[in-house]
């Protein structure tokens, strides 16, 4: 018997990672912006509007390495 789609999406788990939450919460506090962070396999990428926000993101790239895991690259891409 199949499942309905129903009983597939109870299953789903929707929680995003504990370093995006981090990621965002960390530019909101510094920077009062809005980031769209996306995980790929072991690629954090941090999407933001302007190129001076994402300067200054490099500039705290050290602070952003210490929110997530050890072996995760971190880029900042301008959108």
Not at 22 to 27: E, M, P
Not at 60 to 69: A, C, G, I, N
């Given at each position: 018997?199949?499942?309905?789609?129903?009983?597939?999406?109870?299953?789903?788990?929707?929680s995003e990672p504990p370093e995006i939450a981090?990621?965002?919460?960390?530019?909101s506090r510094r920077f009062?912006?809005?980031?769209?962070?996306?995980?790929?396999?072991?690629?954090?990428?941090?999407?933001?509007?302007?190129?001076?926000?994402?300067?200054?993101?490099?500039?705290?790239?050290?602070?952003?390495?210490?929110?997530?895991?050890?072996?995760?690259?971190?880029?900042?891409?301008?959108?």
């Open positions: 018997m199949s499942e309905s789609m129903h009983d597939i999406l109870l299953r789903r788990d929707d981090a990621i965002k919460n960390f530019v009062k912006s809005e980031a769209i962070v996306a995980v790929r396999k072991n690629r954090i990428i941090i999407d933001v509007s302007s190129a001076a926000l994402a300067g200054s993101l490099r500039m705290h790239m050290y602070e952003l390495q210490q929110l997530v895991k050890p072996n995760t690259k971190i880029s900042i891409k301008i959108s």
